[in-house]
């Protein structure tokens, strides 16, 4: 599955809760590491999530303080690294769409 196929329901959603793409995509680069023109040109080459992930330039750290229920599941405990990823991702945007401030949504130890 495409990032790009899911981009626009992240960003969909975030609309929808009156906030903007452009904070969907500051999560994103926040949690990757990605520039904008990076995660641009990810979205229009289709890039698969497990390469999205992969190549990431520096996954951050602090993801790790990204906690709670997603899913129907506590992100904290799921053991495959790479679905972890996903549900933090997923965590960040929900976050988004919930109109959570940007400053507690982007943690900080």
């Known amino acids: 599955m495409s990032v790009a196929s899911v981009h626009v329901h ?3 959603k975030a609309e ?3 906030r903007t793409r452009a904070e969907v995509d500051q999560v994103i680069r926040w949690l990757t590491g990605y520039s904008q023109d990076q995660l641009e040109a990810l979205l229009a080459a289709k890039t698969d999530f497990e390469t999205f992930f992969a190549e990431a330039p520096a996954m951050n750290p602090d993801r790790f303080l990204i906690t709670g229920m997603i899913c129907g599941h506590r992100v904290e405990q799921i053991e495959d690294p790479f679905m972890r990823e996903i549900r933090h991702l997923d965590k960040l945007v929900d976050e988004v769409g919930k ?3 940007m400053e507690k949504i982007l943690r900080q130890p």
């Open 16 to 18: 929808r809760k009156g």
């Open 99 to 101: 109109g959570k401030a």
């Open 10 to 12: 992240y960003v969909a």
